[in-house]
């Protein structure tokens, strides 16, 4: 049981992030996420019994839903559509990396205005190059997002539960 994990939605039903079971009862004890679907297998104390949560739901946006878009690698596949920007070709996460289009040795930072995604093929034929010099083209610039969809939680088919496919797109 101990490697049950708990699917958290937002209020308003997109999937967020996944957390130990452990951590979602505690939130639902604190009344803080709501259970919409729920594994077999039960857990107890001396006064309780209850199901193991497979989802819940946030009963309150989270701080992290409402600030500005922080700078990560996932946020810049997010930002452009976990797609190769390059080719074209829409990828999993593990299928990815960022690249600098003005390369590092060249003094190109690492932020949103100089990343975008690549697939490992598209970053190998562009090498230590920019687009130009290296005959590739963009298909879209980069940019410093002031949103981002919700839905960035990016899972691997094998990591997802039976009891989690209603709540979330499997590509």
Not at 89 to 115: A, I, M
Not at 133 to 148: D, I, T
């Amino acid at each position: 049981m101990s490697k049950l994990r708990t699917l958290v939605l937002t209020p308003w039903m997109s999937p967020f992030r996944v957390v130990s079971w452990e951590e979602a009862v505690s939130k639902i004890y604190d009344n803080k996420y709501e259970v919409i679907a729920e594994y077999a297998e039960t857990v107890s104390s001396p006064s309780i019994t209850m199901n193991v949560p497979a989802v819940v739901r946030s009963k309150k946006a989270t701080p992290r839903m409402k600030k500005a878009v922080k700078f990560s690698r996932i946020n810049v596949y997010t930002r452009d559509g976990f797609r190769c920007q390059y080719c074209g070709v829409k990828k999993p996460v593990d299928e990815l990396n960022y690249d600098h289009v003005v390369p590092r040795s060249r003094g190109g930072p690492t932020n949103f205005l100089n990343l975008t995604t690549s697939c490992y093929p598209c970053n190998t034929r562009k090498g230590n190059r920019t687009p130009a010099e290296a005959g590739m083209k963009l298909r879209s610039l980069p940019y410093f997002p002031k949103s981002l969809p919700l839905h960035t939680l990016q899972l691997r088919n094998k990591e997802i539960v039976p009891e989690w496919v209603e709540y979330i797109q499997v590509a």
